[in-house]
């Protein structure tokens, strides 16, 4: 715990600081000045759909870039606003503004603490397909919030994925012209950039394509200002101008972030612990100047990795451009057109929705498929934390129904002696015996032919105090009849240890069932045996 | 399903009828009156313990009487009202009176639903440390909003533990001497009347003791019945005469009395969907005749077993008594002082909590003592259900944590050949791997020691998607290192069917990895090895 080597660990900056150089420092840089062209208008467009100033989101990427790249443990996280959690806050946004910056600062202090205490483990109970369910149902939701501002309609943008889309539906003849023309064009034209590919035939020069693919948001941003500032200097202002919750999102934080870090780490394993350090200090630290809650993005971490990070200093060069933009470019920001900035979010939704988890799941594992779609019906009817606890809690029911029924292996032999045989039944009892497994366990024990039963505790190490009663009654029914209970190899103190059996150990079952079953007075009790 | 004796099963009374003789007839009757005695004074005491008028808890003891007798498995059961089922009443009783007969038809109706699709093994999922806290919590409970009767206090009973003594401790002030006393005489005559054993020297007459002992709570009722009348025909009317929750009803009354018939049924097992269907039919039947919500009691399934009964039909003896106490005795009613009910009700509580279960608890399992601490301290906290939901997820808790850390037992074994050896681990894989186990699987695999990991899935059946990814980017990372993966005998389609490495069959381990690992081209990756 005490010594240098552990606590550098804990602030991995000094360990990557010494062996930095120019090299490092020049793809940093250029990582990291894409990270931040696109930062920039993520930023604004998720600060407006949590329903915050678009300053919100910038700051929201400054101070979270400085912390990350003195307690962050990997190269290629980019920790930010980001849309579900943007979704999530919406609810406490709508009360106070302030609410946010309680949200982050709350957000950051629980993190931290789950990570000082060492409890990264939780995080294993939120399965794959209920984080997947989750987050299609967080696109869809907010996808439908966009719908208002790209078409510019009136009413509400809804708390839900239902309800904005029936609060959609209910104003569609309010639908704006230019607004919707110039959204369709965003979303259109985001998707042209996606696809020019090298291989693509309209590609004109190499250098310049691969920069504006990935500077895509920001240059569509930039035209759509442009043009909205063009319409505002003769007179016109068709576009509507610049002006979307508590426990669950530090959970919904730290999952995003290590899920994130894990798909980029590869093979090297990911420090949990440090993670939620690393993005707890980005929380609180970024609170105290008004910042939403932030955490890893997958686009701009994608985007990171692509540009060839070298070192969590990539964060600093995006948080100084952010800086940058804050600083004097804040008077266009309320030229930024609304309905732009809804296709860009919607476009950025289609990426993070990840339907190839499906194919497996219908293969291999049905009742992980029904997870997966409850947590997208509940998410996106009755609200994204009802959804994740309706996910966690169908998993929780799938590993206790799978408890309720173990297999008890048995094997069925014949002891022979002077005068006849006996069949033994040797049943295996499994690690972990739990209480909902108590009827399915007595109705085995029960129903197991055999004159003797033996009960393999080899590999048995707890049995809950439900399931040894159950056991006592159906071996005190036994006695009266014809069939005996042995208890096989049990350690002292273990699972089944306060079972009404014999106790017996060592190798041979054959010996064993002869001495104790067939060799003393209980002989009697098994006379009349073929 | 469809042929007569599955028919007659479901209509019990169908199958001892045609036995029945004068014999059985005099020792259900005997049995019968008994428990009558004893359903009087505690129909009234937890109709009121649940706000309601009198007659109601006493019509809640005749047709759940009736349609016993006539669906009932299981002879000694005794339905009626119950302590918990009033308590858990109060809530709604607040409000309107005749949510208690609304809540009497929809507890029937979803405990024979429950019984006709053959959903018993639901009850499973609660655990005996479950029931006994919550059975303690209940009756704590119980007897604190009964301390407002006994002592006549104003102010409200409370709706839960915590708050009935805070209640009562702040208005002590206004204790009534004379309701004291007689509740306190009442539950000092009731202890005294119970310790009349057979071998006390106070008891005269035998057959004369053993009644009294039988009748207790009707002959204490009587007592202070008859006091409080000669105060009242002497104009004095010094005590206060008669004038605590929806889908969980259903549950407590079914676990309370499948709890009871599996206490009493010895070594027959309990038809659980049978006493479902009986259940569910008394409460229906009975809510049409202004009823509340009936079921098995423990107190007076005890006395009806030790009275003897010989079948279902004593409950037709006791139906028959309490309909003439209702139609005779009814003006007699008001007369009874509710401190003698509130000293009855004290006392059958301390007959419901059963401590015994705590020793074997602390001996061989603290986590489900904890489980049972926390349904107590919610239950006495926060209220009975959230109590018996917060024992049931600190049980699902215990299940998934043991499920999140499977044992994978590793043998580790060398296989020789010309020019060296190589060193084998084989790794058992359990018969479920959940989702929750997907790290520690990953670091077992990753820090087994071996140049051949053989995975042996023998007895595994199926494994989450998750852990299927894990163990594959485990593996992708291994090839690039000296150390092959091997599945061996596992079954297609089956668990961890779906990952990518070399499947195998057959018993001789040594030749599988000579033949997969080191008689081919392979042997390069393996070479070095001393």
Same mark, same amino acid.
């Given at each position: 715990?005490?010594?240098?080597?552990?606590?550098?660990?804990?602030?991995?900056?000094?360990?990557?600081?010494?062996?930095? #150089?120019? /090299?490092?420092?020049?793809?940093?840089?250029?990582?990291?000045?894409?990270?931040?062209?696109?930062?920039?208008?993520?930023?604004?467009?998720?600060?407006?759909?949590?329903?915050?100033?678009?300053?919100?989101?910038?700051?929201?990427?400054?101070?979270?870039?400085?912390?990350?790249?003195?307690?962050?443990?990997?190269?290629?996280?980019?920790?930010?606003?980001?849309?579900?959690?943007?979704?999530?806050?919406?609810?406490?946004?709508?009360?106070? /503004?302030?609410?946010?910056?309680?949200?982050?600062?709350?957000?950051?202090?629980?993190?931290?603490?789950?990570?000082?205490?060492?409890? +990264?483990? @939780?995080?294993?109970?939120?399965? *794959?397909?209920?984080?997947?369910?989750?987050?299609? =149902?967080?696109?869809?939701?907010?996808?439908?919030?966009?719908?208002?501002?790209?078409?510019?309609?009136?009413?509400?943008?809804?708390?839900?994925?239902?309800?904005?889309?029936? #609060?959609?539906?209910?104003?569609?003849?309010?639908?704006?012209?230019?607004?919707?023309?110039?959204?369709?064009?965003?979303?259109?034209?985001?998707?042209?950039? *996606?696809?020019?590919?090298?291989?693509?035939?309209?590609?004109?020069?190499?250098?310049?394509?691969?920069?504006?693919?990935?500077?895509? #948001?920001?240059?569509?941003?930039?035209?759509?200002?442009?043009?909205?500032?063009?319409?505002?200097?003769?007179?016109?202002?068709?576009?509507?101008?610049?002006?979307?919750?508590?426990?669950?999102?530090?959970?919904?934080?730290?999952?995003?972030? $290590?899920? $994130?870090?894990?798909?980029?780490?590869?093979?090297?394993?990911?420090?949990?612990?440090?993670?939620?350090?690393?993005?707890?200090?980005?929380?609180?630290?970024?609170?105290?100047?008004?910042?939403?809650?932030?955490?890893?993005?997958?686009?701009?971490? =994608?985007?990171?990795?692509?540009?060839?990070?070298?070192?969590?200093?990539?964060?600093?060069?995006?948080?100084?451009?952010?800086?940058?933009?804050?600083?004097?470019?804040?008077?266009?920001?309320?030229?930024?057109?609304?309905?732009?900035?809804?296709?860009?979010?919607?476009?950025?939704?289609?990426?993070?929705?990840?339907?190839?988890? !499906?194919?497996?799941?219908?293969?291999?594992?049905?009742?992980?498929?029904?997870?997966?779609?409850?947590?997208?019906?509940?998410?996106?009817?009755?609200? @994204?934390?009802?959804? $994740?606890?309706?996910?966690?809690?169908?998993?929780?029911?799938?590993?206790?129904?799978?408890?309720?029924?173990?297999?008890?292996?048995?094997?069925?032999?014949?002891?022979?002696?002077?005068?006849?045989?006996?069949?033994?039944?040797?049943?295996?009892?499994? /690690?972990?015996?739990?209480?909902?497994?108590?009827?399915?366990?007595?109705?085995?024990?029960?129903?197991?032919?055999?004159?003797?039963?033996?009960?393999?505790?080899?590999?048995?190490?707890?049995?809950?105090?439900?399931?040894?009663?159950?056991? #006592?009654?159906?071996?005190?029914?036994?006695?009266?009849?014809?069939?005996?209970?042995?208890?096989?190899?049990?350690?002292?103190?273990? +699972?089944?240890?306060?079972?009404?059996?014999?106790?017996?150990?060592?190798?041979? !079952?054959?010996?064993?069932?002869? /001495?104790?079953?067939?060799?003393?007075?209980?002989?009697?009790?098994?006379?009349?045996?073929?």
């Amino acid at each position: 715990m005490c010594n240098v080597e552990s606590w550098r660990r804990r602030v991995p900056i000094t360990i990557w600081l010494p062996q930095y #150089n120019l /090299e490092k420092l020049l793809r940093d840089a250029i990582a990291g000045i894409t990270v931040g062209l696109t930062s920039i208008p993520q930023g604004i467009a998720y600060a407006l759909v949590a329903g915050l100033p678009p300053q919100v989101g910038l700051y929201s990427s400054i101070f979270p870039g400085v912390m990350y790249a003195i307690f962050g443990s990997c190269k290629q996280v980019t920790v930010g606003p980001t849309a579900i959690l943007a979704a999530l806050l919406t609810k406490y946004v709508a009360q106070s /503004e302030d609410f946010a910056y309680l949200a982050s600062f709350l957000t950051g202090c629980v993190i931290l603490l789950l990570g000082v205490l060492q409890l +990264g483990f @939780l995080l294993d109970f939120i399965s *794959k397909p209920v984080i997947s369910g989750f987050t299609a =149902a967080a696109a869809l939701q907010i996808s439908a919030s966009q719908l208002k501002s790209l078409f510019n309609t009136t009413g509400s943008s809804g708390g839900t994925f239902i309800k904005a889309v029936i #609060n959609f539906f209910s104003n569609i003849k309010s639908v704006q012209l230019w607004d919707t023309l110039l959204g369709v064009l965003t979303i259109v034209s985001l998707f042209l950039l *996606k696809c020019c590919s090298p291989s693509s035939p309209l590609s004109c020069c190499a250098t310049c394509r691969v920069h504006s693919v990935r500077a895509r #948001n920001a240059v569509v941003v930039f035209a759509a200002t442009a043009v909205a500032y063009l319409f505002y200097i003769y007179g016109m202002t068709p576009f509507k101008l610049t002006g979307p919750e508590g426990l669950v999102m530090p959970l919904v934080a730290i999952l995003e972030s $290590i899920a $994130i870090a894990k798909a980029f780490a590869g093979t090297a394993s990911v420090d949990v612990t440090q993670e939620m350090i690393a993005v707890g200090m980005c929380n609180i630290v970024s609170s105290f100047a008004q910042s939403m809650p932030a955490t890893g993005s997958f686009t701009r971490t =994608a985007l990171n990795h692509a540009s060839g990070v070298m070192t969590p200093a990539g964060s600093l060069f995006k948080a100084a451009l952010v800086l940058l933009s804050v600083t004097y470019l804040s008077e266009a920001f309320r030229f930024i057109p609304r309905s732009t900035l809804a296709g860009i979010i919607m476009v950025a939704m289609v990426s993070i929705v990840d339907f190839s988890i !499906l194919p497996p799941l219908w293969r291999h594992s049905k009742s992980e498929l029904f997870v997966w779609f409850l947590t997208v019906v509940v998410g996106v009817t009755a609200g @994204l934390e009802y959804g $994740i606890a309706a996910g966690a809690a169908g998993d929780a029911l799938r590993v206790l129904y799978s408890a309720s029924r173990p297999r008890l292996v048995t094997k069925q032999f014949k002891v022979r002696y002077q005068v006849g045989a006996v069949d033994v039944a040797l049943v295996a009892l499994p /690690e972990v015996v739990c209480y909902a497994s108590v009827e399915h366990v007595g109705r085995v024990l029960r129903t197991v032919r055999g004159h003797v039963v033996v009960l393999d505790g080899r590999t048995n190490i707890h049995a809950d105090v439900g399931v040894i009663e159950t056991v #006592n009654s159906v071996i005190s029914d036994a006695e009266g009849g014809k069939r005996r209970f042995l208890l096989w190899c049990v350690e002292e103190g273990h +699972g089944f240890d306060g079972i009404n059996a014999t106790l017996v150990t060592g190798d041979d !079952l054959q010996r064993i069932v002869t /001495e104790h079953c067939i060799d003393n007075r209980r002989v009697s009790s098994l006379s009349g045996v073929s």
